[in-house]
Each structure stands twice: as structure tokens, then as C-alpha cells.
């Protein structure tokens, strides 16, 4: 019970945290992906350096709850990388942000996030049907 009111509380500072930084803000969104501000670019640059350094510090303090193992870039995560850029770009969300979207009282995020249900049973129907692809080296298979 700990753990969930915890998550809880940390999902909330996120999504507030996402909310006052404006990346719910569709305009704020195509200012980055067209380059005319840089400033959400150089926010996600921080978070990941902070990040890139912080982990491998994580993992040495806690190895038993990062049971991390290198593995090869799977098939299908290029062609998912892409959707997924084409559907923020068009939407200006991606789920999580859509999510803290809906709590600011924007119903578009509505659509957001029945495209992003509607493509994740898409990809199942197309990868049982057409592509066959392994699932060696995905999530999938832990």
C-alpha cells in the first residue's frame, strides 16, 4: 500500500511538474519539433544528462531492482520510434502528457489516447499477421 500511494504522489509531481514547464501545451510542442524555441529541446537534454549520470550510480546501489542486461535493438522498435514521433508531433502529446492533458481539462487528449490504444492493437494485428517478427530481445519476453 506504500508503494501505490508513493507512485501515486510521485505521478502527481510529475504530472504537475509536465503541466507548469508547459509540456501539455501543443504550441510549446510544435515550437520544438519546428526548432523555432529550443527551450523544451534543452529541458529534455538536461533530463537525460542528469539521468545518464545518475543511473549507473542507481544500479551500483541497488543491483537486485535494475536487473539490467544489454541486448540487441529490436525490429520493431525503428519503425515504433517513428510512429511514435509521428503521432506526438501530430497530437503534440505523447500518452503520459496526454494523461496530464486530461487532468488540465483538454478533452483532445481523448483522442490522443484512443489513437495510442488504437495503434497498439493495431501493431498486435499486423505483427500476428503479416510480420512475424520475433520477439527475442523485446519486452515481451520477461
Not at 520544438?32 to 549507473?56: D, I, K, Q, W
Not at 489513437?115 to 520477439?135: I, K, Q, S, V
Request: some cysteine.
Amino acid at each position: 500500500m506504500k508503494h501505490a500511494a508513493l507512485t501515486l504522489l510521485l505521478g502527481a509531481v510529475l504530472g504537475f511538474s509536465l503541466s507548469r514547464i508547459g509540456f501539455s501545451s501543443w504550441d510549446e510542442v510544435h515550437r520544438m519539433f519546428t526548432f523555432a524555441s529550443l527551450r523544451m529541446f534543452f529541458t529534455f537534454l538536461l533530463a537525460v544528462s542528469v539521468l545518464a549520470l545518475l543511473f549507473p550510480g542507481f544500479r551500483r546501489g541497488f543491483p537486485s531492482r535494475v536487473p539490467l542486461t544489454d541486448r540487441p535493438i529490436h525490429k520493431g522498435t525503428l519503425l515504433g520510434g517513428l510512429v511514435f514521433g509521428v503521432g506526438w508531433a501530430l497530437s503534440g502529446s505523447c500518452p503520459s502528457v496526454a494523461l496530464v492533458q486530461l487532468g488540465e481539462g483538454q478533452l483532445g487528449a481523448l483522442v490522443t489516447l484512443a489513437g495510442t490504444f488504437a495503434g497498439n492493437y493495431g501493431y498486435a494485428l499486423l505483427r500476428e499477421r503479416y510480420l512475424h517478427w520475433d520477439t527475442v530481445g523485446s519486452c515481451a519476453d520477461e
